[in-house]
């Protein structure tokens, strides 16, 4: 495998062409390693050392514990092209400090070194005295090393003055304390980084933590939220915002789920309002897009399959639908007209009203687009396209209010509905016992309901108007896209319908 720099912005490898070309070869080292187990103060010093070296790369994900033996540093960083003997700390090229990428390391320079080899050469002995110390083995290290021509200060000694001699011995005593505190800095900093890498809200945030997402997103894993961003992250915009395509989704999500306000999801993510409502707008409409499909009309023999034993108890194996409305509250309009076909008298607020089918297994295979809440349960039954699904031997379960039973017979199929006493005093024993069949599983509908608004609860506020209104060059609305994807976000999740039923 080719050898490669881990300093960042360095692109030094070990086939390197240019390198080739011009016959100099480019060393590659290895992050040094502590030495616990020698003397104290060379276990000092190396741990120092190492700590230097870690600092100066500044890569987060190599820390004083966890060095990859791949990562290696290559010559280009060393004055000399080489590390330095790892006793010298007051060597410039003790640790890299050449062309880091990054300015949180300052570059070592060799003046000081330099002045520093002038004085121990004026000490030494002329002639036969034997050099005894670290210091003298140590500058043996030293005038072994190959010097670059940055290094040109041996062939030109400098003129050492007094106060020279002063000011270098002052910083050579601070130097290992220096780099101890910088070394000491940069791993703080790098625990920084990680900690408020937590906080962010990306995909660090809530990988590996189901709970967090079923909470922000109502997904009930972070494999299926990477599957959904998957699936329309080739649709979403590839923009240099601040905010990445998993952020857009996450924002969404949190809407639908927390009813955020626009203001406080924008202050979480560090953007404007004008650029979280967009975002909002656009990721609604491409969800709706790619997750519509999931909402969909099951063939027969796919229901037959998996039938609760309730429903065949009490029906048979035909029941293919059960269908019920629900409501929005909306804000009033300024049109007279449009506040008289939004006002319901049955919740005595302006409302929107949506016709929801689910099969016998809880999931949602039907969804209407939203009708003012003026209109009755039986026109939206009939207009809506419902009917169009049915199939000769079906039977549909609904309320009293979708009184549709010649429209169903229409179409080949059976609508079974609560009894109605018909001027008679009181219902007979078989309507009785029929209709409380009816709503033992009528029930389903209506916790699938309940589910969908405690799921997603920006059903349960007052809709704005701007929602209502259809979008440019389609006959829907905003509000209509939003229901649809919260109910194929719903299908992705466990059947609240088979877990009652496995309950009972």
């Known amino acids: 495998m080719a050898r ?82 790892e006793m010298l700390e007051c060597d410039p090229d003790w640790a890299p400090s050449l062309k880091l990428g990054h300015t949180d390391f300052k570059a070592s320079t060799t003046a000081r070194f330099d002045r520093l080899k002038q004085r121990s050469k004026s000490k030494q002995p002329r002639k036969g005295s034997r050099s005894s110390g670290a210091e003298t083995a140590h500058l043996g290290e030293i005038h072994a090393a190959p010097v670059t021509t940055e290094t040109t200060a041996e062939s030109q000694p400098q003129q050492i003055t007094p106060q020279h001699e002063d000011e270098d011995l002052q910083e050579c005593k601070m130097c290992s304390l220096r780099l101890q505190e910088i070394a000491h800095l940069q791993e703080e900093n790098l625990l920084l980084k990680k900690e408020l890498s937590k906080k962010k809200l990306d995909k660090e945030f809530l ?144 409302t929107m009203k949506y016709l929801i089918g689910i099969t016998p297994q809880g999931t949602i ?47 080949g199929a059976t609508l079974k509905i609560p009894a109605f006493t018909r001027g008679r005093s009181q219902l007979q024993a078989k309507d009785v016992e029929d209709t409380r069949k009816l709503a033992h599983v009528r029930i389903h509908v209506e916790c699938v309901i309940g589910c969908l608004r405690s799921k997603y609860t920006i059903q349960n506020d007052t809709i704005c108007l701007g929602f209502v209104v259809p979008c440019e060059g389609e006959n829907m609305t905003l509000l209509d896209k939003i229901v649809a994807v919260s109910r194929a976000l719903t299908n992705m999740c466990p059947s609240v319908v088979v877990k009652q039923a496995s309950d009972e």
């Open 4 to 85: 490669s720099c881990c300093i960042i912005n360095c692109t030094s490898r070990a086939n390197d062409s240019c390198v080739k070309s011009t016959g100099n070869a480019i060393g590659f080292h290895q992050i040094l390693a502590w030495k616990r187990n020698c003397p104290s103060h060379v276990s000092e010093v190396t741990k120092r050392q190492r700590m230097a070296w870690i600092a100066a790369i500044g890569r987060p994900n190599i820390t004083f514990e966890n060095t990859p033996p791949h990562m290696l540093v290559c010559s280009k960083h060393f004055h000399k092209g080489k590390p330095a003997y």
């Open 365 to 411: 295979s039907f969804i209407s687009k939203g009708w003012g809440g003026r209109t009755s349960d039986k026109r939206i039954a009939e207009t809506s396209g419902f009917l169009q699904k049915l199939s000769p031997g079906d039977i549909v379960l609904a309320d009293r209010g979708f009184d549709i039973r010649e429209n169903v017979a229409l179409m």
């Open 207 to 350: 990988k590996d933590d189901n709970s967090k997402v079923k909470f922000y997103t109502g997904l009930p894993s972070f494999a299926l939220l990477m599957g959904v961003l998957q699936q329309i992250s080739p649709s979403l915009p590839d923009t240099d915002r601040k905010i990445s395509q998993f952020q857009m989704l996450l924002l969404t999500l949190m809407r639908l789920r927390l009813n955020l306000p626009i203001a406080h999801i924008a202050h979480l993510f560090d953007i404007s309002r004008t650029t979280t409502s967009t975002l909002f707008n656009i990721t609604v409409n491409v969800l709706y897009a790619h997750l519509s499909p999931l909402v969909h009309w099951p063939g027969r023999h796919c229901i037959q399959a998996s039938m609760p034993h309730q429903y065949v108890e009490m029906f048979g194996d035909r029941v293919t639908v059960i269908i019920d409305c629900f409501e929005l509250f909306i804000e009033s309009a300024q049109n007279l007209r449009a506040m008289a076909e939004t006002y319901s008298t049955y919740k005595s607020r302006h």
